[in-house]
């Protein structure tokens, strides 16, 4: 991870913005030779959308025969790990 000044930064902050949106990379800022803050590309969001949920989930594979089994392991391993009781309980 490349780290600059913080001097350096305000000096070139458009070109460091537009370093971290295209070319996707992650700078430190320093002051005093300490990291004082990390500038980072935010996560790209998903295209899939709410209303699209039903056909993704329609598209998986199914787990045929070893459906039973896999519930009775969530049965077996939610009797062994008790819930949490919440103050909403």
């Known amino acids: 991870m490349e780290r600059i000044s913080v001097t350096q930064a305000v ?5 460091l913005l ?3 949106f295209y070319q996707g990379v992650s700078v430190e800022l320093e002051r005093g030779n300490k990291v004082i803050a ?11 959308k709410v209303k699209d949920l039903n ?8 787990l045929g025969d070893d ?6 392991d969530l049965e077996d391993i939610r009797k062994q790990i008790p819930l949490k009781k919440t103050q909403w309980d």
């Open 18 to 20: 537009n370093r971290i």
């Open 55 to 62: 056909g993704m989930f329609a598209e998986l594979p199914s």
């Open 11 to 15: 000096r070139q902050f458009s070109d």
């Open 67 to 72: 459906a039973s089994v896999f519930t009775k």
């Open 38 to 48: 990390r500038i980072s590309p935010v996560s790209i969001a998903s295209s899939l």
